[in-house]
């Protein structure tokens, strides 16, 4: 068995003998695509489509919310004050490149930044850059709509690979999704995993300059957060809310230039900074 199938299936045992057995009926949010033994990457888009009889477009118009007014809450302050290139950039997504700079801060990048090494690239997701110099000629990204036997979007899906490398670094589903009695709608990104998946809900904020935030930041099971779920072989998904904090800020500069900082944090502790420089096709 190679390092990183160990890995995973120690990762997996430990959610299937801690995690929480999800109802769907009652967190239906946590409901996404989960893979099977296969890696992941851009293959995964294809043989999810082949399953559930869906046909892949590789847009070149659409984003990756088809409203993303739906997911800010027009009561809050400011809501009105927002910058319109944020909605311009989710609802077109696929006509942006993107430029990455990473930042890590031990001591828990040590352990990220082993998974990575030893799992990430292998299974061709959540392969996140260890340096700077890795994405150094930008980032390449791609929208793929699924779309079912109506036409209608199934999945909306970004695939963000390294110019310099061509590796896959993310290949998530985004969608919004009504969390709870909540009056606004929640941003959902899910990340497919063999067997399982990592599920990221976030909560948008427009700040008082027009710029927004998104946030994983809740406290309780069901909230707003970093979800890691197994599916294990009687069928049953497990899934723990980790303490993994997200923090997206999307904001223009001085020079009228959309850039984006992703901060990471275990609990209260920062690990990993990003910096998108997002620039028109």
């Avoid at 045992?13 to 890696?39: M, Q």
């Avoid at 990204?141 to 490398?165: F, M, P, Q, T």
Wanted: charged share 25%; net charge positive; proline share 5%.
């Amino acid at each position: 068995m190679s390092a990183s199938k160990f890995i995973q299936s120690c990762i997996q045992g430990w959610l299937n003998l801690t995690g929480r057995k999800v109802d769907f009926t009652r967190y239906p949010v946590l409901k996404g695509p989960i893979a099977g033994d296969e890696e992941i990457g851009e293959e995964f888009y294809h043989k999810l489509a082949e399953r559930e009889n869906l046909k892949i477009k590789y847009t070149t118009e659409g984003g990756l919310l088809l409203n993303f007014h739906e997911v800010i809450d027009q009561i809050r302050p400011f809501s009105d004050k927002l910058d319109p290139e944020i909605p311009k950039f989710y609802e077109q997504t696929s006509h942006y490149n993107m430029e990455v700079w990473s930042k890590w801060s031990p001591p828990i990048s040590w352990i990220a930044k082993l998974l990575i090494r030893l799992v990430s690239v292998e299974m061709k997701q959540l392969n996140i850059p260890l340096d700077s110099l890795e994405t150094s000629y930008g980032m390449d990204s791609s929208v793929i709509h699924l779309l079912n036997g109506d036409g209608d979007i199934e999945y909306a899906c970004w695939l963000r690979k390294s110019i310099k490398s061509n590796k896959v670094v993310y290949a998530g589903f985004y969608s919004s999704f009504q969390l709870g009695d909540s009056p606004f709608k929640h941003v959902k990104v899910v990340f497919p995993l063999p067997k399982g998946n990592v599920t990221v809900i976030l909560k948008v904020e427009v700040l008082e300059d027009g710029s927004i935030q998104l946030m994983s930041l809740g406290k309780r099971f069901g909230q707003s957060g970093y979800y890691r779920l197994h599916k294990n072989r009687h069928g049953v998904v497990k899934a723990r809310m980790i303490p993994i904090k997200e923090t997206i800020h999307v904001f223009q500069d001085q020079y009228n230039v959309l850039r984006t900082d992703h901060y990471f944090r275990w609990r209260k502790m920062k690990f990993l900074q990003l910096h998108y420089k997002i620039i028109p096709k």
